[in-house]
């Protein structure tokens, strides 16, 4: 039992340090319970005083707050005390076995009552204080409790400590010990500095603030630097000499305590006095933006222009801008050029800058679409112009080039559109204009490959033709002509299906050559670019003419498929697979892969030619019996617009009208005339060719003929329209919709028929051909829509044969996938859109009263992008 105090002993010796700890815990506990209101007051006055606030307020003020302060730190201090006990060693023996299970450290102490002289007693004694004292071994320092919100409900220690923070981030220390200076009433300047000053750069230049107390003799900061300066003590103690704000008013005093100025030149600044010192300031100049083209301008198979460029800034280019206009100068003054141009605003473009990255220094390319522009093709002049954050621009650099647009290879499609830019140029051209466009389709059966281009410049010159000649050719007339000529010519230029696979062979020819005769990889790559467009066009085409005939075909249950079916991504795949076999070197699989390629178009083709072949659906009747009624139409208007050309010529027409009608039987209504007079023969055959032309006119050109005429065409309208298929469907009904409308333009082109109206009746007609063909177009719609559900009927869910969307309600891709590859921004200025969102962007992650987490989030985007 001797033992027993020993191995106490060392039990309590090894608690001595989590002991002392608790002690000293209990101990600041203690004080801070006692003394808080001292300690909150000391450092409010402290703060008060970095703040400068003594310096700011009367005399009496100040010393008022001081005597204030110093009683009320003094009863706290008082009472403080009085409140105060120190812990004794027990207290903390207790709150440290308090803190332990079983309270191990009081058993230990403890002696045994019951039973010591039983053995077995004592034994479970002994094994119990072992126990307690593996346990007491453990045991840590406890943390002290300072829970003050009982004592202090207005957290005025937490007031207290902000204020403090406050002071150290936007006061000084030397500021406290001024307050000697007016405790005493004496004007003495202290020992140390009594002045600050700081140097804030323009926030664009991302250069840091300079602390002049910290600045040797000179230093050098950018132009539009504000210098702040703040003087303390008695005024007129120091003072202020500077020659860098170049200010010729409002300079103020020098003994002024705060003093603001902008450093605009390099100089001098000097703080006069005790304590004062003087710098040499360097200022840096902010130069203007510079910018230059740094290539020649660019032409894409679509007309799209892009032109290099280049722009830097000492700090940062933050807008850019482009002005196209006019070179006259340049511009030979010949045919449709000789008249004065019409005045057109100058384009006017935003240069793209990046998106991400530095600014200061960049190379960028202007893109723009400028095919359908007046200016296209013509000799213009470039200004382009940036602007850095300061709001200075650079100089103007100005490049002259001929705008690009976009290339017409067929001749009839670039006749055309050199008749519409000369229409563009001047309305006066309009004469002109319809002259060469007789001129052009004076024979159509050897530049027309096509009976609906025709037919499409016939309406187009007429409309030109009436509206000069009843000097109603305005602006928004030639411009609406002058899309028509561009919308005409790219149906010409792209051509139809039969010249897509022609196109497409040529390519496969030129490419299968060239691999035969070992062209250059360069040679090749160029080759196998044209086969990728002409296949593109061929399938384009294909889908294209079975949009508009209407041609879909069906599908009957267990019939073979033998056309070929191929999206774009299966062309581009093989295209791919032929590239990579020709950059192995294995030319021989190459053009074997070339050959099955050729193949499997061609099947197409004849699988498309295949089409209709057999017995025609309800719609492929429905839609060539509103063709031919078109067709029917045309030739109609085609001669009321002869009868009114004869009415203010009739001499000079007369050939022309032989020739005409001959034309426009063979191709509007199926009749076997042929043309001989034109443009340029009516005056020599006008006499001789009035036989046929002059009976057909007077048997249907004076008025009741043509009226009849029209009549029965709408009736015929009307029979077709209550015969239509697709009713129920929207397309369908759409459809006849637009038939009911051909319906009246019809019946209102029959009335001024009637009444020898022939400008009125022109009008109604092309009114009926525009309802017609808006109605095959909705026919076409419907007859889709129909053999689309046809080819869902069975499947689940449509999800065989229906049309899957995503959860957003797009539509698949080509290949079946959710999603596309298109852009999402067409018909926009990628560009500019871009630098609208990262403006934004910029604008959120600075406000401070969003939440820490969207801005972190805004500030991760703008790294990343």
Do not use: C
């Not at 406890?142 to 207005?154: C, E, G, N, W």
């Amino acid at each position: 039992m001797s033992t027993e105090p020993t191995q106490h002993s060392k039990v309590i010796a090894r608690l001595r340090e989590p002991l002392l700890l608790t002690w000293a815990g209990m101990t600041a506990e203690r004080a801070a319970r006692a003394l808080w209101p001292l300690w909150s007051i000391v450092i409010a006055v402290l703060a008060a005083l970095m703040l400068g606030w003594h310096e700011s307020f009367p005399i009496e003020v100040v010393w008022s707050v001081g005597v204030l302060s110093t009683i009320a730190a003094l009863f706290f201090l008082v009472r403080g005390f009085i409140k105060f006990r120190l812990p004794s060693r027990m207290d903390a023996l207790a709150r440290l076995d308090g803190s332990l299970k079983g309270r191990p450290i009081q058993a230990l102490i403890d002696s045994q009552v019951i039973g010591p002289e039983d053995e077995a007693s004592a034994v479970v004694w002994r094994v119990h204080q072992a126990r307690m004292a593996e346990r007491a071994a453990n045991a840590k320092a406890v943390q002290p409790k300072v829970r003050l919100a009982a004592r202090d409900p207005f957290a005025l220690r937490y007031v207290s400590a902000l204020f403090l923070g406050v002071a150290l981030l936007f006061g000084s220390l030397w500021r406290v010990g001024t307050v000697t200076d007016i405790a005493q009433g004496t004007t003495d300047l202290a020992s140390g500095p009594v002045w600050e000053g700081w140097v804030e750069p323009p926030a664009y230049t991302g250069k840091p603030s300079l602390y002049l107390n910290d600045q040797d003799g000179q230093f050098v900061v950018p132009e539009g630097s504000r210098i702040s300066l703040r003087l303390y003590g008695e005024i007129g103690a120091l003072t202020v000499a500077e020659t860098v704000s170049q200010r010729l008013e409002n300079t103020g005093s020098a003994a002024d305590p705060e003093q603001n100025f902008l450093a605009q030149s390099s100089g001098t600044l000097e703080i006069a006095g005790p304590n004062g010192r003087s710098w040499d300031v360097s200022v840096t100049p902010d130069s203007a933006p510079r910018i230059e083209v740094t290539g020649a301008p660019e032409r894409g198979a679509d007309g799209m222009m892009s032109l290099p460029f280049a722009a830097s800034d000492d700090y940062e280019v933050t807008a850019g801008s482009a002005e196209i206009t006019l070179d006259l100068a340049a511009i030979t003054r010949r045919y449709g050029f000789e008249a004065e141009p019409e005045p057109r605003e100058s384009i006017s473009l935003d240069l793209p800058l990046p998106i991400a990255g530095d600014r200061s220094d960049f190379s960028e390319t202007l893109f723009g679409d400028f095919s359908e522009h007046p200016f296209a093709n013509l000799p213009v002049k470039l200004s382009m112009a940036v602007q850095d954050a300061k709001g200075q621009s650079s100089e103007p650099y100005t490049y002259q080039m001929t705008l690009p647009g976009r290339r017409f290879f067929d001749p009839m499609a670039r006749a055309l559109v050199e008749q519409r830019q000369w229409l563009m140029w001047s309305k006066t051209n309009g004469a002109q204009t319809a002259q060469m466009l007789r001129a052009i389709s004076h024979r159509p059966d050897d530049v027309f490959r096509s009976e609906t281009a025709y037919l499409k410049l016939r309406v187009i010159l007429r409309r030109i033709e009436a509206q000069v000649a009843y000097d109603a050719f305005s602006p928004e007339s030639r411009d609406e002509a002058a899309q028509a000529l561009w919308d005409l010519a790219l149906f010409i230029e792209d051509g139809d299906v039969d010249d897509a696979l022609e196109r497409m062979r040529r390519a496969q020819e030129r490419l299968s050559e060239a691999m035969k005769n070992g062209a250059s990889d360069e040679e090749i790559a160029e080759l196998m670019d044209e086969l990728r467009r002409a296949n593109e066009n061929y399938i384009n085409q294909l889908q294209r003419e079975a949009a508009r005939n209407g041609e879909q075909q069906q599908r009957q249950p267990g019939a073979q498929d033998d056309a070929m079916q191929m999206t774009q991504n299966d062309l581009q795949d093989m295209m791919d697979r032929i590239q990579e076999l020709m950059e192995q070197g294995r030319m021989a699989e190459a053009e074997q892969a070339l050959q099955e390629l050729q193949e499997m178009m061609e099947n197409m083709q004849v699988a498309e030619g295949q089409q209709g072949e057999g017995q025609q659906s309800e719609g492929q009747q429905a839609m060539e019996g509103l063709a031919e009624t078109l067709r029917d139409q045309q030739g109609l208007s085609d001669q009321a617009f002869r009868d009114l050309q004869e009415q203010y010529n009739p001499n000079a027409q007369a050939g022309e009208s032989q020739g005409n009608e001959g034309r426009n039987g063979g191709q509007g209504r199926g009749e076997s005339h042929e043309g001989q007079g034109g443009e340029g023969q009516g005056q020599g055959q006008g006499e001789g060719q009035t036989g046929q032309g002059q009976e057909g006119q007077q048997a249907e050109g004076q008025g009741e003929g043509l009226a009849q005429r029209q009549n029965e065409l709408r009736r015929e309208v009307e029979r077709q329209r209550e015969s239509l298929p697709g009713a129920g469907s929207e397309a369908g009904d759409a459809a006849r919709d637009a038939l009911r409308r051909a319906e009246e333009a019809m019946r209102g082109a029959g009335d001024a028929l009637g009444r020898d109206d022939l400008p009125e009746a022109i009008d109604r007609q092309a009114e009926a051909m525009d309802a017609l063909r808006e109605g095959m177009q909705n026919l076409g719609e419907a007859m889709a829509e129909a053999e689309g559900r046809e080819g869902q009927q069975g499947t689940a869910d449509g999800r065989e044969g229906g049309e899957q969307r995503d959860p957003l309600g797009r539509s698949p891709g080509a290949n079946g996938q959710a999603g596309t590859d298109q852009g999402l921004l067409q018909g926009e200025d990628v560009y500019r859109r871009a630098r609208e969102l990262l403006d934004e962007i910029r604008k959120r992650s600075g406000e401070s009263l969003r939440p820490e987490q969207e801005r972190d989030y805004l500030r991760r985007l703008l790294d990343r992008f």
